[in-house]
């Protein structure tokens, strides 16, 4: 009865929304829709995908233009309050650097606490965390030992402890790039390109391979 009268009601007075977006061409791949629509926002949320027209208190006219949800970039390598705002401008709300990720995942959370722009998150680096170990004096990248030495049985159980502790410290993943740490690779001639290092020879170690060995049984 009581559903029958706010239907009624409802019927009768068409909702007034908080803001809606007009005529914009709405692609949500989760439901397979791409077509133009109208859509009524009311507490932060969507309450309508509709042909129909509406009315808000607010009113953003879309057309010609592309309404999506917030893309999820899942390999972003720019993590500042500027970068964050340049990824809004292309849809983007998640920002995850997965793949360089960190060597400290508590202190890169602590950085970001005021709060930003968009969500965000990070791995822990494998080959942050090889950097830091081997005390490479590279900022971004490995440059010295990380990059032409294989770790030694030591340093690989450091760096399972540090990757372990990034995990326990909220880590979205543990990040790696193989090629940025040639002596991991197994394909001699890609490091080598990569290392801008010819002259050195380039061998497969099995740092990489111990480490994920122990990672998975700790897991
Ligand atoms: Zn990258």
Not at 8 to 24: F, H, K, N, W
């Amino acid at each position: 009865m009581m559903t029958a009268l706010l239907l009624a009601l409802q019927l009768g007075t068409p909702p007034v929304y908080d803001r809606v977006i007009l005529g914009g061409r709405v692609v949500d791949p989760a439901s397979n829709l791409d077509g133009v629509r109208n859509i009524g926002l009311s507490g932060g949320r969507i309450a309508v995908i509709t042909t129909r027209g509406l009315r808000g208190r607010d009113t953003i006219d879309a057309r010609g233009l592309v309404v999506a949800p917030g893309f999820i970039d899942l390999h972003a390598h720019g993590d500042t309050p500027e970068t964050y705002r340049f990824y809004t401008l292309d849809g983007v709300t998640t920002a995850l650097e997965l793949e360089l990720g960190t060597s400290d995942v508590a202190a890169w959370y602590r950085e970001r606490e005021a709060g930003q722009r968009i969500n965000y998150g990070v791995s822990i680096g494998h080959i942050k965390v090889r950097m830091a170990v081997m005390h490479d004096p590279g900022t971004r990248m490995p440059v010295g030992d990380a990059a032409y030495r294989p770790a030694t049985p030591e340093q690989v159980a450091e760096i399972v402890k540090g990757i372990e502790a990034g995990l326990r410290e909220g880590a979205v993943d543990i990040g790696a790039g193989r090629p940025s740490t040639c002596t991991l690779s197994p394909a001699p001639p890609v490091s080598r390109r990569r290392c801008r290092s010819p002259a050195k020879p380039v061998r497969p170690c099995t740092s990489c391979t111990s480490i994920v060995r122990v990672l998975a049984r700790r897991l």
